[in-house]
Nanobody
Framework: QVQLVESGGGSVQAGGSLRLSCAAA????????MGWFRQAPGKEREGVAV???????NYADSVKGRFTISQDNAKNTVYLQMNSLKPEDTAMYYC???????????????????WGQGTQVTVSS
């Protein structure tokens, strides 16, 4: 069972930056696709970014050009660098893992089998 632990959330003003981290067990990234999701109160959970491998990433249209997903295999950590934050980015952010043998999962939550506990991001105007 893959255990994921997020950190790095907090409160910032609009235009600010945060970097979220997701720590996992060794060798996780060779066996799983990693993604970041978010869920605002009263809304469905939505995909934010997915990393297949270094240089092969996908983003939701709402965060393109502002957010960057990356991974450090030596540290077994996936990051989400969030710049130019907007109030509408306020949500609980989750790290998730999808087994590679099932194929590319995209942003569909049902393809992800393991989830972290979430870290809150609050952006004030």
């Amino acid at each position: 069972q893959v255990q994921l632990v997020e950190s790095g959330g907090g409160s910032v003003q609009a235009g600010g930056s945060l970097r979220l981290s997701c720590a996992a067990a060794a060798y996780t990234y060779s066996n799983y696709y990693m993604g970041w999701f978010r869920q605002a109160p009263g809304k469905e959970r939505e995909g934010v970014a997915v990393i297949v491998s270094e240089g092969f990433t996908n983003y939701a249209d709402s965060v393109k050009g502002r957010f960057t997903i990356s991974q450090d295999n030596a540290k077994n950590t996936v990051y989400l660098q969030m710049n130019s934050l907007k109030p509408e980015d306020t949500a609980m952010y989750y790290c998730a893992a999808a087994p590679r043998w099932r194929g590319y999962p995209g942003s569909s939550t049902e393809h992800y089998t393991n989830w972290g506990q979430g870290t809150q991001v609050t952006v004030s105007s």
